[in-house]
């Protein structure tokens, strides 16, 4: 990040590569739509072009990184929302397998592969929570975040987050339970 900050292409092209993957993944968990995933990684990659002097030097890149993304994610939200435009689900999409920050899918070795028809249930579950605590799942159970990293990025506090995952996780477990998976 500081090599792209002081000018280096090649390095961003590498912090694409790395990153990118990442970002897209959760675009898609969050809006479950590919194409405004998509739309939205490169918005977030321009925003982070224009902010690159904003950059800490010497800070971990990811936390700022990923909260660019989810301020991107929200102005799109309230945008869509002022046009009153919502988001349908898309259909028998299923979001593409999380990625490391190395830049390579997540192995099968190290989760355990699901049902598809039991994912599909899961997404569904997940895109009828409410937007906070959807957010809250997304960032710590699907991303990996600690509860700090996920508060960070959203702008809340650690304990208003903690609350919004364990609303989500008994929303999703209760979800779930009504259609026999427990």
Same mark, same amino acid.
């Given at each position: ?15 694409? &590569?790395?990153? $990118?993957?990442?970002? #897209? +993944? ?6 479950? =739509?590919? /194409?405004?995933?998509? %739309? ?39 945008? &869509?929302?002022? $046009?009153?435009?919502? #988001? +349908? ?6 979001? =593409?397998? /999380?990625?490391?920050? %190395? ?80």
């Amino acid at each position: 990040m500081e090599r792209y900050c002081d000018g280096d292409a090649a390095a961003f092209q590498e912090l694409y &590569r790395l990153v $990118a993957p990442r970002i #897209l +993944s959760y675009f898609l968990r969050m809006s479950r =739509e590919r /194409a405004l995933s998509e %739309d939205l990684l490169q918005v977030t990659f321009l925003k982070i072009h224009k902010a690159r002097s904003a950059y800490v030097r010497g800070a971990e890149p990811m936390p700022w990184i990923y909260a660019i993304a989810h301020r991107t994610f929200l102005d799109e939200m309230r945008k &869509r929302k002022r $046009a009153r435009v919502t #988001l +349908s689900p898309a259909g028998d999409d299923v979001p =593409e397998q /999380a990625a490391r920050i %190395d830049g390579q899918a997540a192995d099968a070795h190290d989760e355990p592969r699901h049902d598809s028809e039991l994912a599909r249930a899961a997404l569904a579950a997940l895109a009828q929570l409410p937007e906070k605590q959807r957010e809250a799942v997304v960032l710590t159970k699907l991303d990996g975040k600690s509860i700090a990293e996920a508060a960070a990025i959203t702008g809340t506090t650690p304990g208003a987050m903690k609350v919004r995952a364990h609303r989500g996780y008994e929303a999703l477990r209760k979800a779930l339970a009504t259609i026999g998976v427990s």
